[in-house]
């Protein structure tokens, strides 16, 4: 069964810095694509950002491109969300999932992710 545990959300000033970390369980994340989203009240879940499987590239919303950075340590099973310079907009509930298996393109899609993990949030003050 795989789990995915979010965690580094909370409280933060606009212009400021957050980490999120997502553990995985029951998959190896080696060879599948990673990728975050996020929510916000009254709004639908929209991609983020995404980490090919080979971790070799990268790609991002344009809302955070510049400010945000996916990454992730094989060794411990987890993937990273470094979020700078964030924004009053920046506020929602963020998710990890788990994507295709060794797909050939960027997965940015919802419906492209099988597992999710229960969510972290993330509130900015302006």
């Known amino acids: 069964q795989v789990q995915l545990v979010e965690s580094g959300g909370g409280l933060v000033q606009a212009g400021g810095s957050l980490r999120l970390s997502c553990a995985a369980s029951?998959?190896?994340?080696?060879?599948?694509?990673m990728g975050w989203f996020r929510q916000a009240p009254g709004k639908e879940r929209e991609f983020v950002s995404t980490i090919h499987w080979s971790g070799g590239t990268t790609f991002y919303a344009d809302s955070v491109r510049g400010r945000f950075t996916i990454a992730r340590d094989i060794a411990k099973n987890t993937v990273f969300l470094h979020m700078n310079s964030l924004k009053p907009e920046d506020t929602a509930v963020y998710y990890c999932?788990?994507?295709?298996?060794?797909?050939?393109?960027?997965?940015?899609?919802?419906?492209?992710?099988?597992?999710w993990g229960q969510g972290t949030q993330v509130t900015v003050s302006s």
């Open positions: 999932a788990v994507g295709p298996y060794r797909g050939s393109f960027f997965a940015t899609a919802v419906s492209q992710y099988d597992f």
């Open positions: 029951g998959r190896t994340i080696s060879s599948y694509a």
